[in-house]
């Protein structure tokens, strides 16, 4: 499997398929409830569907389309969540020739990931930027603060854009006797982390009692890690088909993605606190920024290709 | 044909160019539907603003709206003259008053009575970003001359940062234009006419930062 060779497998069409019925039934019985009862957390949940209509759409052009359509897709995404956080860390005057080029570094990420280049992939953010990042800044001349920004800037670039491009390395995953293809592989990836968080927020619902992280995100509780962590492993096994991994395998790589899915959420919860943020934007209606909606994902992509590499 | 060039040009470049790669968010655009002519005021912090506001504009607005410049700033050649006109309608007036010139207050109350629109930043140059310095008189005298035109207050929130004073460089970040009620101040003294249109602006700002999503600029 690799870009030359590209499907669609018939498994992906039926599970689109699925998801695509899923919501309209969501979007007609949510806005048949707005309709009788015009409230808040009733509007809420309408737009939320019509915001999950835009990522299945969304999803649909990256698992569907020549990998390029996706590649483009996802490099903007992580364009749009590097600004955000740009915008939202109050980041001095100074900083502005250090924050376009980290702008700059985004396309030639994503080029880097969609030709394979795997070294250069690999050292490209976290050498090469880290170095022209303070260079850059050094050379700007006010130090006021500068030890703020000079891990910050690499970081939000690490986060928004190092992590998320080992989605487009999935294209080029070579697995033999391996039929779905990449589309298979990044569907898994995008269900997993999705559903994570909602069995984490379910079982939390339903019997969470001690709080895991208090200080950071008090909705988090330990019954809905571990109920949801052991769920996403569950999940993950009945959809292996979609993946070259084998049964425990799969529920292996269920279980660590369950538990980089919370990570992820409570670390941009805990940059979100210190901000004094309910969400990192408004971007996206009922859903907040890219950044909310994104977090986990931001952990579990790398992950997950790399316990891919590892297993097959 | 130049109307045409104008709804192009702001419609198929500038806007999808400030909302996707800027990140210009625009918030009760749609008080604009049915106000055929206006006074346009907002805070002013960024050569960025005057190419925001008229993007925002409805496409047949685009003709017939002119930017209020200053023509110490933009006069200064005849290229930047062409270009002002050319993608703002400006109209460049003086900031000091001259000997025998006409006052700038009679030029822009010409434009309102051939039914113009117009948009100007009362502060008169770009202050700092977040703050709003004093107004100039001048947008008090031409509402209390035409009482029949509202003025629409506009809160303009992040361009500072996107292209500050002294600087070619843009960076894409996050920010906000938000409209307020367009409003008739009625028949009173200019000084009472300026201070509502700053209370309008301030409580524009005042709802901006209320905004369940606060952008943080140090």
Same mark, same amino acid.
């Given at each position: ?24 039934? /969501? ?32 999803? /649909? ?252 | ?67 209020? *410049? *200053? ?19 400006? =109209? ?11 006052? *700038? ?34 947008? *008090? ?7 029949? =035109?509202?003025? =629409? ?66």
């Amino acid at each position: 499997m690799s870009i030359q060779d590209y499907h669609i497998a018939k498994e992906l069409v039926y599970i689109l398929i699925g998801v695509f019925s899923v919501l309209t039934i /969501c979007s007609i019985a949510f806005s048949l409830m707005h309709k009788r009862n015009p409230s808040d957390s009733n509007k809420e949940l309408v737009l939320r569907t019509r915001s999950w209509w835009f990522i299945a759409l969304g999803l /649909c052009l990256v698992i569907l389309a020549p990998p390029i359509f996706g590649t483009i897709l996802i490099a903007y995404i992580s364009f749009v969540a590097l600004r955000e956080m740009f915008s939202i860390s109050g980041m001095r005057e100074s900083d502005r020739v250090a924050m376009f080029v980290a702008y700059f570094a985004i396309p030639i990420q994503y080029y880097l990931a969609y030709k394979m280049y795997f070294t250069q992939f690999l050292a490209f953010i976290p050498l090469g930027m880290f170095m022209l990042i303070s260079f850059v800044l050094v050379m700007g001349g006010n130090t006021a603060k500068i030890g703020r920004s000079m891990p910050l800037i690499p970081t939000l670039l690490m986060l928004t854009t190092y992590m998320l491009s080992h989605i487009v390395l999935l294209f080029n995953v070579e697995v033999s006797d391996f039929e779905v293809g990449a589309g298979g592989l990044i569907f898994y990836l995008v269900a997993i982390t999705s559903f994570n968080d909602v069995f984490q927020f379910v079982w939390g619902k339903a019997l969470g009692k001690r709080k895991i992280l208090p200080t950071v995100s008090p909705n988090k509780t330990w019954a809905g890690f571990v109920g949801g962590v052991l769920t996403t492993a569950v999940f993950s096994y009945c959809i292996r088909f979609l993946t070259p991994l084998a049964d425990w395998e799969a529920l292996v790589t269920g279980l660590i993605l369950g538990v980089m899915g919370f990570f992820g959420d409570s670390l941009v919860s805990a940059v979100k606190r210190d901000l004094q943020l309910k969400d990192t934007d408004d971007l996206i209606p009922g859903h907040g920024g890219a950044m909310d909606r994104l977090d986990s994902i931001l952990i579990t992509a790398p992950v997950f290709f790399h316990l891919l590499t590892f297993f097959t | 044909m130049k109307g045409l060039f104008l709804r192009i040009f702001y419609f198929l470049i500038v806007r999808p160019i400030l909302t996707l790669i800027i990140g210009v968010r625009f918030r009760n655009r749609g008080i604009m539907k049915g106000i055929n002519q206006f006074i346009m005021v907002g805070n002013h912090n960024s050569h960025f603003d005057s190419v925001a506001l008229m993007a925002a504009l409805p496409g047949k607005m685009l003709m017939n709206t002119h930017m209020v *410049a *200053a023509n110490d700033y933009f006069g200064k050649s005849s290229r930047s003259k062409f270009f002002m006109n050319l993608f703002f309608n400006s =109209i460049l007036i003086r900031r000091q008053r001259e000997e025998g010139a006409p006052s *700038a207050i009679g030029v822009l109350d010409e434009y309102l009575k051939q039914g113009k629109s117009l948009i100007l930043f009362p502060e008169g140059t770009r202050g700092e970003p977040g703050m709003i310095s004093d107004f100039k008189k001048g947008v *008090a005298i031409l509402l209390q001359r035409n009482p029949q =035109i509202p003025f =629409i207050p506009v809160y303009l929130n992040g361009f500072g940062r996107v292209l500050p004073k002294d600087t070619f460089l843009i960076i894409p970040l996050v920010c906000k234009i938000r409209f307020g009620q367009p409003r008739h101040p009625g028949p009173h003294d200019i000084d009472t006419i300026l201070e509502m249109v700053k209370e309008d602006i301030l409580s524009l700002k005042h709802e901006d930062e209320k905004d369940r999503n606060q952008f943080r600029f140090e």
